[in-house]
């Protein structure tokens, strides 16, 4: 995981990453309306980021604690409360991998980072596990997962220039990526091993999303639609967020769910 925290402490800016993939903010966000029902809940945001999502329900009056890898996601996560003047429960900077030091129970989790980055499935479980453990009976899961098809369909964006059709098509088959291969330690999903992983944790699945789909090649056309418009296709793609047909063509898969009693 010291390539991951590099990563997002020296390479790349996270928070910036959701304004440019306004899609895939904006449906998650739907996603929460429709299922985080309540007030004054208590939310754990693991591997958060720089807290785009903890930020967004804490405004909506719950009670968020953050936990990220990056020492620079925490500190953005900090500076944007602060600017923003909103106030999370806690800003935890740690590995996922370890969640022992938190004894007390959850209303709802986001497991929305961790799930990318962990090649070993045994460490995926181990993670999976833990959380599940910190979550109330009843309480609601949310996990997001890189699909296998979205080096194909970043590639379509802007239909880049191809050096050879491995190095796309390789994840359909095995979804690990190295540092090497660029991004950085990261594992694509395909649908049904996602839904299958959340399953087997003791969960009930609620709604399993394509979060993209058919906008996903044309997100630089959709983001720079007027505000009525992009409202319009937006709505389009929400709707058919759970049409298994179209989980190809997501760069993003969606799991939501809660804890059976």
Same mark, same amino acid.
């Given at each position: 995981? +010291?390539?991951?925290?590099?990563?997002?402490?020296?390479?790349?800016?996270?928070?910036?990453?959701?304004?440019?993939?306004?899609?895939?903010? /904006?449906?998650?966000?739907?996603?929460? /309306?429709?299922?985080?029902?309540?007030? /004054?809940?208590?939310?754990?945001?693991?591997?958060?980021?720089?807290?785009?999502?903890?930020?967004?329900?804490?405004?909506?009056?719950?009670?968020?604690?953050?936990? /990220?890898?990056?020492?620079?996601?925490?500190?953005?996560?900090?500076?944007?409360? +602060?600017?923003?003047?909103?106030?999370?429960?806690?800003?935890?900077?740690?590995?996922?991998?370890?969640?022992?030091?938190? +004894?007390?129970?959850?209303?709802?989790?986001?497991?929305?980072?961790?799930?990318?980055?962990?090649?070993?499935?045994?460490?995926?479980?181990?993670?999976?596990? $833990?959380?599940?453990?910190?979550?109330?009976?009843?309480?609601?899961?949310?996990?997001?997962?890189?699909?296998?098809?979205?080096?194909? $369909?970043?590639?379509?964006?802007?239909?880049?220039?191809?050096?050879?059709?491995?190095?796309?098509?390789?994840?359909?088959?095995?979804?690990?990526?190295?540092?090497?291969?660029?991004?950085?330690?990261?594992?694509?999903?395909?649908?049904?091993?996602?839904?299958?992983?959340?399953?087997?944790?003791?969960?009930?699945?609620?709604?399993?999303?394509?979060?993209?789909?058919?906008?996903?090649?044309?997100?630089?056309?959709?983001?720079?639609?007027?505000?009525?418009?992009?409202?319009?296709?937006?709505?389009?793609?929400?709707?058919?967020? $759970?049409?298994?047909?179209?989980?190809?063509?997501?760069?993003?898969?969606?799991?939501?769910?809660?804890?059976?009693?």
């Amino acid at each position: 995981m +010291s390539k991951v925290q590099e990563w997002y402490d020296n390479c790349y800016d996270e928070w910036e990453r959701l304004s440019r993939h306004r899609i895939e903010f /904006d449906i998650t966000k739907k996603y929460m /309306d429709d299922y985080i029902k309540g007030t /004054d809940l208590k939310i754990f945001d693991i591997g958060g980021g720089p807290g785009r999502y903890s930020i967004y329900l804490a405004e909506k009056g719950h009670n968020v604690s953050l936990l /990220d890898i990056s020492a620079k996601n925490i500190r953005t996560a900090m500076e944007k409360c +602060s600017e923003q003047g909103v106030k999370l429960m806690e800003f935890i900077h740690a590995d996922a991998k370890d969640l022992s030091g938190y +004894s007390y129970d959850f209303d709802v989790i986001l497991l929305m980072g961790p799930l990318y980055h962990i090649i070993d499935e045994n460490e995926r479980r181990n993670v999976l596990n $833990q959380a599940v453990s910190h979550l109330k009976p009843g309480g609601m899961m949310f996990a997001s997962f890189i699909s296998k098809y979205a080096p194909i $369909q970043d590639y379509l964006k802007g239909v880049h220039h191809i050096d050879n059709t491995y190095q796309l098509m390789k994840y359909l088959k095995d979804g690990a990526n190295t540092p090497e291969e660029g991004f950085t330690t990261a594992y694509f999903w395909a649908p049904d091993e996602a839904r299958k992983f959340m399953a087997a944790a003791g969960l009930k699945e609620l709604a399993f999303v394509g979060v993209e789909n058919i906008l996903c090649s044309k997100e630089n056309e959709v983001n720079v639609l007027d505000k009525e418009n992009y409202q319009k296709w937006l709505e389009i793609c929400y709707e058919l967020g $759970q049409d298994s047909n179209l989980f190809g063509t997501s760069e993003h898969f969606l799991y939501v769910g809660h804890k059976c009693i």
